[in-house]
């Protein structure tokens, strides 16, 4: 669809600027109505909705201050820019304490007025678009973006969304993994002003300590061993745009040092270099773990907590929103149904039954890549319990199995070993091949699991996203 391009009303009593205006903003693709008078242009206001306005400060009927608080009144939202005259600048920085959007003086730069005005537009696509996106909430949406949920948690995290999306301010999620933190910081960002700049995800964890630092600020040519070539930083890359922290529990605390300067001043240095760089960027962070816990344990700066910590959202476990749970079978059906050209399918009772009764550790990722499964496996429209994994049943850990003696009696050590196998492998099963959280789901310690992995010769696999098995994980 076509997109339709924005109508500005231009306010000024000289001829000569309002035909310069038009010609301007007319090769740039705009429409354009003009008016030589401050009432001229109420009249026009009152007859059709306009993006924005070019407002003159000294009109020949009336003062453009006076203007400008009527068309606040009409429409608070709309963006006015003054046009400024020498000597009236002043006014114009008053006018922007009215409400003005910003101001560019006479004789203007052509380059300035159409960069000003891009920014009053974006500001107004935002407000227009939250606001739309707050009425959808409060009439029971479903969706924010790929985030699915119409419980009472979930529409908290959707306000939450909505309403930090547009301010600078920087975000926190906070949530088990799994539970879509990655979607959320998305949204937040598709949201914003920097929605058409870069979003750049760093994975905190996955990387060593000098090959992060190198990541985030750029090097110098010769600032280490092998670097032959200057190079940017994320940082950089993302100016204007936003970084993803993924797990930032996770930053050696001599980098979140330097991370809290950023965040401070909006300046560092490149490893091995001299010159200070500026950069504007939005960070939003996530996290598994309680930063407040580490920052007890001296682990993480209580400092850098504060400064991440300016907007908070809680993603919920899937545990505590199975209500939410008929809704993503429903979304994941249809998107691996896309995938795999199979149309219109559906659960049977036994298999929703099955899916609500299970405490699903891996959350929605979990969900998400059983659901998948069942769709590649299906032959028809009907997904029955056959269908999905030995793993997904009602307590697929602690659950106690049946217990039958033979009349000629049983190994009780060889038994007891058997079930210690079957408990690891399911444990490993639901966690994706994951032994520490293998560990936690089975309430031992890492240390003991691989043992007992190592013992009884269990060759753990972690989940793909398409569910299929990878390589083992390495020993903790």
Excluded at 29 to 53: C, I, K, N, P
Excluded at 285 to 310: C, H, P, S
Excluded at 353 to 365: C, E, F, H
Aim: proline share 5%; charged share 30%.
């Amino acid at each position: 669809m076509a997109t339709v391009p924005a109508t500005v009303l231009v306010i000024d009593d000289e001829e000569i600027i309002r035909e310069a205006l038009e010609a301007l903003l007319v090769v740039e693709g705009y429409r354009v109505v003009s008016a030589a008078t401050g009432g001229q242009g109420l009249e026009a206001l009152a007859h059709r909705s306009f993006d924005a306005v070019l407002l003159d400060l000294m009109l020949p009927d009336r003062n453009g201050l006076d203007v400008l608080e009527d068309i606040r009144r009409v429409d608070d939202e709309l963006p006015v820019v003054m046009i400024t005259a020498f000597g009236t600048i002043e006014s114009a920085v008053a006018a922007t304490k009215q409400g003005a959007f910003h101001y560019f003086p006479k004789p203007f730069k052509n380059d300035e007025v159409l960069a000003v005005l891009r920014n009053a537009l974006e500001r107004r696509r935002l407000v227009q678009e939250n606001r739309e996106l707050r009425d959808r909430l409060r009439a029971g949406a479903s969706h924010f973006d790929e985030i699915v949920g119409s419980s009472g948690r979930m529409k908290s995290v959707f306000d939450l969304i909505a309403r930090a999306a547009p301010s600078r301010a920087t975000v926190l999620i906070q949530g088990e993994s799994g539970t879509g933190k990655e979607l959320v910081a998305r949204a937040v960002h598709r949201h914003s002003a920097r929605s058409d700049r870069a979003f750049i995800t760093v994975n905190s964890g996955s990387l060593p300590h000098d090959l992060l630092e190198s990541n985030l600020f750029g090097h110098v040519k010769g600032a280490f061993t092998g670097a032959v070539y200057p190079k940017k930083g994320l940082f950089e890359l993302a100016d204007k745009g936003t970084i993803f922290f993924d797990e930032i529990g996770t930053i050696p605390i001599d980098t979140q040092a330097k991370l809290l300067r950023v965040m401070q001043e909006r300046e560092f240095m490149r490893l091995g270099g001299i010159e200070t760089l500026k950069v504007d960027v939005r960070i939003i962070a996530a996290t598994n773990v309680d930063l407040r816990a580490l920052t007890r344990q001296e682990r993480f700066r209580e400092d850098l907590f504060y400064r991440l910590n300016v907007i908070a959202i809680e993603l919920p476990p899937l545990r505590d929103r199975k209500e939410d749970l008929p809704l993503l079978v429903q979304h994941f059906l249809e998107k691996y149904g896309e995938e795999s050209r199979k149309s219109r399918l559906f659960l049977t009772p036994a298999a929703l039954d099955r899916l609500t009764a299970y405490d699903w550790p891996g959350n929605v990722r979990e969900l998400e890549n059983v659901i998948e499964r069942a769709v590649v496996l299906s032959s028809d429209r009907e997904i029955g319990p056959d269908l999905l994994p030995n793993s997904v049943s009602a307590n697929p850990i602690t659950g106690v199995p049946d217990v039958v003696i033979p009349a000629e009696g049983l190994d009780f050590r060889e038994v007891i070993i058997g079930h210690e196998r079957k408990y690891i492998e399911a444990a490993l099963e639901a966690a994706g091949g994951v032994q520490k959280k293998a560990a936690e789901l089975l309430h031992i310690k890492p240390t003991t699991l691989n043992e007992m992995i190592k013992r009884y010769e269990i060759r753990p696999r972690r989940k793909r996203a398409n569910g299929d098995a990878a390589e083992p994980e390495a020993d903790a």
